[in-house]
Structure formats: structure tokens, C-alpha cells
């Protein structure tokens, strides 16, 4: 049973660093992207289509109605975006505690508390916009 228990969690460490280092492959690839023309187009036009497709039946047709169905579609986006920066957080934390670094340990934390930051204000900023109606 020990030795299962062994293999179960090589496999487990394994699969983490696995996911750490394509987390931070994807996060290098974006930061890489974001410094070009072209990637920052690939990037922020879709998004920006995606907002584009807002549509107002009549009844919708108001300000508050269309600030509504922007912050609709942005707020998803806004929370999946806080959880990312989080997860990259964690991933810092983890590391900076693998090599016994306080430096990489409290931006680890700093990272992670933006990110729930970000998320938090992502779920409540939708829905306390208002125009005064």
C-alpha cells in the first residue's frame, strides 16, 4: 500500500508541475504577444467583436438597458480574468515556497490578492451601475 500511495502522489506532483509550467507558458506567450501590433490585435479585437454583438430589443432600448447588456457580456470576462491572475498567484506562492524565497512568496501573495480583487470587482460592478434610474 505504501508504495501505491508513493506512485499516486509522483504522479500527482507530476500533473502540478506539468500544469505550473503551461500556466506560465501562457502567460509568457500573452506577455509576448502584447508587445507586438499584431498581437495586440489578435488579442483585443476579439474582445472588442464580442462587445460589438450587444443587441437592444425595444423594450431594452434605453442607456441603462445597453449598460446593462455590455456589463452582462464584460463581467464573465472581468471575473475570468481575476481568477487567472490569482491562479498565476497561487503558482508564484508555490514556487517561491518550493525554493524558500520570501521575495517570490509575497508577490505570490500580492499577485493572488489582485487577482481576487479583480474578480470581486468583476461580480460587483455590474450590477451597482446605474444612471440614476
Known amino acids: 500500500m ?4 508513493k506512485v499516486i502522489d509522483k ?3 507530476t ?3 506539468l500544469g505550473a509550467r503551461a500556466m506560465v507558458t501562457a502567460v509568457n506567450t500573452t506577455g509576448k504577444l502584447m508587445t507586438t501590433r499584431a498581437g495586440k490585435a489578435m488579442l483585443v479585437v476579439p474582445a472588442a467583436m464580442s462587445a460589438c ?3 437592444a430589443s425595444a423594450e431594452d432600448a434605453t ?3 445597453m449598460i446593462d447588456g455590455i456589463m ?7 471575473i475570468g480574468l481575476g481568477t487567472l491572475v490569482a491562479v498565476v498567484g497561487g503558482i508564484q506562492t508555490g514556487v517561491g515556497f518550493k525554493d524558500d524565497n520570501a521575495d517570490g512568496k ?7 490578492i489582485g ?7 468583476g461580480a460587483l460592478v455590474p450590477s451597482t451601475i446605474s444612471l440614476g434610474g
Open 63 to 65: 442607456a441603462q438597458g
Open 2 to 5: 505504501n508504495r501505491f500511495t
Open 53 to 55: 454583438t450587444v443587441t
Open 15 to 17: 500533473v502540478t508541475e
Open 72 to 78: 452582462g457580456i464584460l463581467g464573465p470576462g472581468i
Open 115 to 121: 487577482g481576487a480583487i479583480i474578480a470581486a470587482v
Open 106 to 112: 509575497t508577490r505570490g501573495f500580492q499577485t493572488l
Open 11 to 13: 504522479v500527482q506532483d
